[in-house]
């Protein structure tokens, strides 16, 4: 690994736990997209040795990607993102099966499927969301049960963003073979962390993104089975063999394709180095900080990820008192900020509301250090007992003989805003 300065922002260090969410881009891909950026700016489907050139630049990165996955490179269209190619996959499924109607799906994927999931539902298709057991896991044996004579794809998710755990994905791809079903999974959070293995897996359809693994935002990529019929969701030019339209961003092509030999080269210290980093991080909280759970299976999940609930507080307080010190984590996925319901991840599996609006996660990256660690454990217990202490939520709280949970609520958000405006206060005042 390439070891290069702390991120800073604002002229502070950033402690970054957020890896989940995004991650930092390698000096190695920055390096590696430059000249595309500066030279080598022709488009590759023109016909001249200037275009020629950057078209050999693209093909080299896909063979890249598509080593990192098992896959044969014909086998790779690269995409805008991982939402695109979660899209595209399902579309693509009903497309070419136009008698089937039904998609099965879980109640914990990334709002790239469960949105799109609802957007299939208005336009009259049936779509089951499975749900998890309480730690997370998937029951099999009801996915199997759920798949009908109609159902034209099964999409499940490899690795769950917000809690790290892992569902059988080639267990559930012998079961949709066996049924005749097309399968397809997200594995945008596993590349950097778990060998990934198409051919292994058996799988029809495989999503990437290549902000999870140190490229840049704006590209991803969806694993296509070879043979497999497909329809392309973005119509237009002739671009990645008739299967998406669009230029190709040929910066982030080279990109993904640096990054995803850079993932590969990672896999050790992600799965040694970084994962005794999360396991002392989240040792030391659930032993030093009373009323603290974890959420999900401990052994089934990816070596990075720690979704802790904090009894009696909102996570949002805590991460606003973090982000006060500098350090960067999340309530959830990126991509449902600002919403005020709590995680549906922790929802489906069945934790109380309270608990869920008080669970943080920690997503650590290669770019880790023990430093980084030692701050936020440093910072935590303090952050998490000034908020229990003005907690109506606590039960150690002295107003809480006569529970009324709605007039304690109002309470607690008043008391929440003065802690954070003394929190914002210049030292002494
Ligand atoms: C599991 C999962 N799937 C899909 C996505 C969407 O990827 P993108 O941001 O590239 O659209 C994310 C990103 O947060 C994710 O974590």
């Known amino acids: 690994m390439t070891s290069f300065s702390p991120a800073t922002v604002f002229n502070e ?78 579309h693509s499924a009903l497309y070419m099966n136009p008698g089937k109607k039904h998609v099965i799906t879980t109640k914990v994927e990334h709002s790239a499927n469960i949105n799109f999931g609802e957007y299939l539902q208005k336009r009259g298709y049936d779509v089951t969301y499975l749900p998890v057991e309480s730690d997370g896991l998937l029951d099999v044996h009801l996915l199997e049960k759920s798949i009908r004579p109609d159902t034209a794809i099964v999409s499940v998710m490899y690795a769950n963003n917000e809690t790290g755990v892992l569902f059988p994905i080639e267990e559930i791809a012998a079961i949709c073979r066996s049924r005749g079903v097309l399968f397809h999974t997200d594995a945008v959070q596993v590349p950097g962390k778990l ?41 237009g030019g002739h671009q990645e063999k008739g299967r998406r339209g669009g230029t190709e961003s040929v910066p982030n092509i080279v990109a993904f394709g640096r990054a995803a030999e850079l993932a590969m080269s990672t896999l050790d210290d992600e799965n040694t180095r970084v994962r005794a980093l999360r396991d ?12 603290t759970v974890r959420n999900g299976n401990k052994d089934l999940r990816l070596p ?51 608990r ?22 440093q910072h935590l217990p303090r952050i998490i007992q000034k908020l229990r202490d003005i907690s109506p939520l606590s039960p150690e709280h002295p107003d809480n003989e006569a529970y009324d949970i709605e007039a304690a609520r109002e309470k607690h958000e008043s008391d929440l805003a003065e802690a954070l405006a003394e929190e914002h206060a210049p030292a002494g005042a």
């Open 195 to 235: 060998k990934l293995d198409v051919k292994a897996l058996g799988v029809d359809f495989l999503s990437l993104s290549a902000h999870k693994l140190h490229a840049p935002k704006g590209i991803g990529m969806l694993y296509v089975k070879r043979r497999t019929k497909y329809q392309p969701y973005l119509i």
């Open 280 to 291: 002392r991080l989240e040792d030391f909280i659930l032993a030093r900080i009373p009323n």
């Open 356 to 377: 869920a609006r008080g669970s943080v996660r920690f997503s650590l990256g290669i770019y880790n250090t023990s430093e980084d660690v030692d701050y936020l454990i």
């Open 13 to 90: 260090k950033v402690y970054y736990f957020d890896n989940n969410a995004t991650t930092r881009i390698a000096p190695e891909v920055v390096s590696a997209m430059l000249p595309f950026l500066e030279q080598w700016w022709g488009n590759p489907s023109s016909a001249y040795r200037f275009g020629a050139a950057v078209h050999g630049h693209v093909e080299a990165a896909r063979e890249k990607v598509a080593a990192l996955i098992g896959a044969d490179p014909k086998e790779v269209v690269f995409t805008s993102c991982g939402t695109e190619s979660n899209n595209s996959a399902i």
């Open 304 to 354: 990075n990820t720690a979704n802790i609930a904090f009894d009696f507080v909102e996570a949002e307080a805590i991460l606003l008192l973090l982000d006060q010190l500098g350090i960067c984590a999340s309530s959830g996925s990126a991509c449902t900020t600002g919403s005020l319901d709590p995680s549906h991840v922790l929802m489906a599996m069945g934790l109380p509301p309270m």
